[in-house]
């Protein structure tokens, strides 16, 4: 959705832009064409490997490029730390590239032989640790909540009858077996491992974190772009700029405000925006990308 982002962030040459989730860089890519010749990008990724990957391919645009490795919940410090004193765009494309995805030794894939899904260094707790110990309500909850399977108990079950786990490929077939594929597109395992690597990465505690210091980024005219893939993040996402973009917070029955709040954005396209047929067809893994943008005031 490379065009369709530009276009919300609405750049111009010199300005300074952020994309928090820089992965391949395909983005930074052309936001530092939107921002030439002298505009800076400062790309963030919590994955080491993303951040090399990406380093190589950016390597020609010299010092407008600034990569640092840290996760996105801390956006205003890692600004700062870079000394960008005005931000004109935050870019969040979350979830994963798809060469994490199939990344051996990660976990992340129902194809592999590892059991971790951390994505940044100075995590501690692994899938592995999760589905060996937890007890059948927590992975009960935590599947149901972060995936919404409809079958998290039957799974949650299974998973603590089956333990121990050493790999993904393992967990992914003691769930199958419990919830055959019966037509679905999917894998039976895939809300289960989405669960897994949410939790582990504290995906929506970042998130949250990450637009409310956007936004404070941003002020005076600053677009925020996001693509979000997981109906969750999705509807948080909505929530934030819906609530940032009124003047008061107070329930309806209540005559008179007494929160004082006040709007901080303006939503920028009422509609979410969806991938096009076309690139749906390129890639079917972006069918269901939702972007969402909003200025701040
Ligand atoms: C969908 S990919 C981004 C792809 C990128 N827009 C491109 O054009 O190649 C999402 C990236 O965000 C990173 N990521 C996920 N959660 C993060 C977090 N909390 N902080 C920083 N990076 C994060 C992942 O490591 C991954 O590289």
Redesign the pocket.
């Known amino acids: 959705m490379v065009a369709e982002v530009l276009k919300a962030l609405d750049l111009h040459p010199g300005e300074d832009c952020v994309?928090?989730?820089?992965?391949?860089?395909?983005?930074?890519l052309a936001i530092l064409a939107a921002i030439a010749p002298s505009g800076r990008l400062l790309g963030?990724?919590?994955?080491r490997q993303?951040i090399e990957r990406a380093r190589q391919r950016l390597q020609g645009y010299g010092d407008r490029v600034l990569l640092v490795q840290?996760?996105?919940?801390n956006l205003a410090a890692i600004v700062r730390s870079q000394g960008l004193p005005h931000v004109s765009g935050v870019?969040l494309?979350?979830?994963?590239?798809s060469w994490?995805l199939g990344a051996a030794g990660r976990g992340f894939s129902f194809r592999d032989e590892a059991l971790d899904m951390r994505?940044?260094e100075g995590q501690t707790l692994t899938a592995g640790e999760v589905v060996n110990t937890y007890s059948i309500e927590d992975l009960t909850r935590l599947i149901a909540t972060y995936g919404e399977e409809p079958q998290a108990r039957r799974i949650a079950q299974a998973l603590v009858q089956g333990r121990p786990f050493t790999t993904a490929a393992e967990v992914a077939g003691a769930i199958e077996r419990v919830s055959p594929r019966r037509g679905q597109r999917i894998h039976p395992a895939t809300r289960t491992l989405q669960a897994l690597r949410m939790y582990i990465?504290q995906?929506l505690e970042?998130l949250a974190a990450?637009l409310r210091q956007a936004v404070e980024l941003l002020q005076g005219g600053g677009r925020l772009v996001t693509i979000a893939y997981h109906s969750l993040e999705d509807r948080m996402i909505k929530v934030f700029m819906q609530e940032e973009a009124r003047d008061c917070l107070c329930p309806p029955s209540q005559p008179v405000c007494t929160c004082g709040h006040k709007a901080t954005v303006r939503i920028l396209r009422r509609k979410v925006v969806k991938p096009s047929e076309e690139e749906v067809r390129r890639n079917p893994r972006v069918r269901s990308a939702r972007l969402r943008a909003c200025m701040a005031r």
């Open positions: 994309d928090g989730t820089l992965g391949d860089g395909g983005h930074s963030i990724d919590a994955d993303a840290g996760n996105f919940a870019l494309d979350l979830g994963l590239s994490q994505l940044g990465n995906d970042n990450a």
